[in-house]
């Protein structure tokens, strides 16, 4: 591909299946103006991720998005752009290890442990009800969607009535987050949300505050570094990120891993005879992360003048750090095109590198490795209805269905 094309996201041929646009990028042009992206685009390994632990590629790239918005929408958005500024993923160092540290002393590997009876319990449910349905199923919609939800809700500690509300509130943060094309609807849409969302954190902060239970929740209220807490406001984002980030993606996972099964039936039925195996399902689950992941893109703001690939890149600039293109670089993955759940090593870049890691990692791979052994166990049969599409998103790729026929065992 040469710097007179176009590489355009939102292109429908590109948005079903962009890895050929991506790969030739990758050999022919690994540092790409796109004027649909208006942002520079890289697709090697080695670029992305050492873009993701450079100091000069900021992660604040909302202050800029602000600051050249209309100053009237602007004040409208205040909400929103106040929570959003205060998420961990959106912020450099200093301030980015400051709440990542006090985060990270209530979302731990060990915190989460407890959870594995509970997701298995969710599993067991959802997937019972879904093989009483006859006939077609939207697997998206029966499973992909509602677990992860509930699983962050009650990580959370927010009480299952309430669970339909955080989901319709970080469907809205969502199309304004993820969606490549925006409008002032949507805008508003997403602020209403912070903002309701900023109400039910706050009071359930100021609960924890006087009655602490023990949850993660009342565990970020509590950690505390050097003397130092996290704000309410900073409480509030984190629960908000927690929430989004902890149900948008992993949706993500569970949808495009089956339909990655679906289309390779060896792989499936790999899968199937090694269910036993804790070892291979979690294999599995990361091959799933690489081949078609949930992760297209991360963004960065160049705070600097930097020089890739023999071109001088302006401070100001964004970059477009194409994970689906890394991950499938070959000259990290022998056979990148090939869906193989034995592959191993696989140092795939979906959950980030360096100090933007994703701190939700080991919980995305535990509700996985926990769900398709019962998942497949209890469905024996298993068939892709119709071709289904994917969202318009250019930093996640999902489905917006996947209707398939199932058939209990």
């Known amino acids: 591909m040469t710097s007179s094309e176009h590489f355009d996201p939102r292109d429908a041929a590109v948005i079903q299946n962009p890895f050929p646009a991506l790969a030739r990028l990758r050999e022919h042009e690994p540092l790409h103006y796109s004027e649909a992206m208006a ?15 450079d100091p000069r590629y900021s992660a604040n790239r909302l202050r800029p998005f602000f600051a050249h918005m209309d100053p009237t929408r602007r004040e409208r958005l205040a909400a929103l752009e106040k929570n959003l500024s205060l998420w961990a993923v959106f912020n450099d160092p200093p301030d980015h290890g400051r709440v990542r540290n006090l985060m990270n002393k209530a979302f731990t590997t060990s915190a989460l442990a407890h959870m594995e009876g509970r997701i298995a319990e969710m599993v067991e449910s959802l997937v ?14 029966a499973f992909a969607y509602p677990l992860p939800a509930m699983v962050i809700a009650e990580i959370l500690g927010v009480p299952r009535e309430d669970v339909a509300h955080l989901k319709r509130w970080s469907d809205e943060l969502a199309s304004f987050v993820l969606t490549s094309r925006l409008s002032p609807d949507r805008y508003g849409r997403a602020d209403a949300a912070i903002r309701e969302m ?8 100021q609960r924890l505050r006087r009655h ?11 950690a505390e ?16 990120l927690l929430l989004f980030a902890g149900h948008e993606t992993t949706t993500q996972l569970f949808g495009n891993g089956l339909y990655a099964l679906l289309r390779w039936p060896e792989q499936m039925q790999r899968l199937r005879d090694g269910l036993h195996d804790r070892g291979q399902v979690e294999n599995a689950v990361e091959e799933i992360l690489r081949w078609d992941g949930p992760g297209l893109a991360g963004v960065r703001v160049l705070n600097e003048d930097v020089d890739l690939h023999g ?7 964004r970059i477009f750090q194409f994970v689906a293109a890394a991950n499938r670089d070959p000259a990290v993955f022998a056979d990148p095109d090939r ?22 990692a080991p919980l995305a791979r535990m509700e996985a490795r926990i769900a398709w052994p019962i998942l497949l166990n209890k469905l024996r049969d298993i068939e892709l209805v119709e ?14 269905g996947l209707r398939v026929r199932c058939r209990p065992a």
């Not at 080695?46 to 993701?52: A, F, H, K, L, P």
């Not at 900023?198 to 902060?205: N, P, T």
């Not at 602490?212 to 509590?222: H, K, L, N, Q, S």
């Not at 071109?311 to 600039?317: E, F, K, N, W």
Request: with cysteine; glycine share 10%; charged share 25%.
């Open 128 to 141: 019972d009800e879904l093989a009483a349905q006859d006939g077609e199923v939207d697997f998206i919609r």
């Open 311 to 317: 071109q001088r890149v302006p401070a100001g600039s």
């Open 225 to 240: 570094e050097k003397g130092d807490f996290l704000s309410e406001d900073e409480l509030v984002a984190a629960c908000v």
């Open 387 to 400: 071709t289904p599409q994917f969202s318009d998103s250019m930093i996640v790729r999902g489905l917006e």
């Open 39 to 53: 942002g520079w685009v890289i697709t090697r390994y080695e670029d992305v991720r050492n873009s993701m632990r």
């Open 212 to 222: 602490p239970d023990g949850g993660i929740v009342a565990r970020m209220v509590a």
């Open 198 to 205: 900023h109400d039910y954190f706050g009071q359930m902060a």
């Open 339 to 360: 869906f193989d759940i034995a592959r191993d090593p696989n140092p795939h870049l979906t959950f980030g590198y360096g100090i933007h890691f994703c701190l939700g």
